[in-house]
């Protein structure tokens, strides 16, 4: 059995409420027959869209900042995962705790990603919303043939703070829930950790927890089945297995998107790279059980 740190993307949480009931309700059923199946489960989460509709919502009429509309994301999504989660071990009569933990995570002040903001949060807009929005200074890119969303900092993720009791609730075998959103972004000042003005990524945040909890499985649970090179246009070609030196190449090459698939083979090299039995997986959500045995999805696999 193994132990397992699932990143959950978009389609497994939905964008917004209604659609995050009945997404959870699925992606908690499916996380359930994996734990029934006695894995040990550690679940992140995105929050691109809610994060940016938490932050828009909240900035105009509180001046919130963007790390408190992080923490909102985590609350208001873990809610709903923990109780979906609940019981959908209930009905799989696995007795379980979910643990949930509010999961700073530590970036370098000084990151370059201050000044050049690449994370798309929100939904998508069309040309003109975006052009207008460019005017009043506010960062706009297109997202992967999908249209236009805002783009804010996404500094890399050096430290968990909350790492030992996540730690702690994997090793009684607990379901953790943790680093919602890639974790509220903080930096160490003599009074202690403050939140700044950022969004990290989710799938990077996960590579770093993989690691630092030392698991054996990256789980990266999003919209697509497979990695692809020459991604939608006439010679795509879907991949079972990357090794190291192809990813790099790949990435090289420019075949994965910024802000979409791009940071998930980085977190995959992130996690495999120059360690022991370790494994990164792509795939759907849908696709879990049959990708964990490895019927399906693309796999990244150390090489030591
Ligand atoms: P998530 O919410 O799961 O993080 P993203 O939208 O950020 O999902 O990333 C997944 C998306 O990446 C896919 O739905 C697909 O549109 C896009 N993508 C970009 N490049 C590739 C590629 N080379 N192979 C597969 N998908 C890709
Ligand atoms: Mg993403």
Redesign the pocket.
């Known amino acids: 059995m193994a132990k397992i740190v699932i990143?959950?993307?978009?389609?497994?949480?939905g964008n917004d409420l209604k659609e995050q009931d009945s997404a959870l309700t699925h992606s908690a059923q499916i996380i359930a027959s994996l734990v029934k199946d006695g894995h040990d489960v550690i679940i992140t989460h995105?929050n691109?869209p809610q994060v940016g509709k938490i932050h828009q919502v909240m900035n105009t009429q509180l001046e919130i900042p963007l790390h408190v509309s992080v923490a909102m994301s985590q609350g208001y999504i873990g809610f709903d995962l923990v109780r979906k989660l609940e019981h959908a071990l209930h009905l799989e009569g696995v007795h379980v705790p979910v643990d949930y933990v509010l999961t700073m995570v530590e970036v370098d002040p000084h990151d370059k990603a201050f000044s050049h903001p690449t994370k798309?949060i929100g939904g998508f807009m069309n040309e003109a919303l975006a052009l207008e929005l460019v005017k009043q200074g506010v960062p706009v890119v297109e997202?992967?043939?999908?249209g236009y969303r805002r783009v804010v900092a996404s500094p890399k993720p050096k430290h968990i703070t909350n790492l030992k009791s996540i730690q702690d609730a994997m090793q009684k075998h607990h379901v953790v829930v943790c680093a919602g959103g890639g974790g509220i972004p903080v930096v160490h000042t003599p009074h202690g950790y403050e939140g700044v003005e950022a969004v990290i990524d989710?799938?990077s945040a996960s590579a770093l927890l993989a690691k630092e909890l030392d698991v054996d499985v990256l789980f990266?649970?999003?919209?697509?089945e497979?990695?692809?090179?020459?991604?939608?246009t006439p010679k795509q070609r879907?991949l079972s297995t990357m090794s190291i030196s192809e990813t790099h190449q790949?990435i090289k090459e420019g075949?994965?998107?910024p802000?979409?698939?791009?940071?998930?083979v980085e977190a995959a090299l992130t996690f495999v790279s120059g360690a022991k039995n370790k494994t990164t997986i792509i795939t759907l959500l849908d696709k879990a059980s049959e990708a964990l045995k490895g019927e399906t999805g693309t796999r990244i696999v150390s090489e030591v």
């Open positions: 990143a959950l993307g978009g389609n497994a949480l995105g691109g798309p997202d992967s043939g999908r989710k799938d990266i649970l999003t919209a697509v497979k990695v692809a090179v020459y991604y939608g879907w790949f075949h994965f998107a802000g979409s698939m791009l940071p998930k």
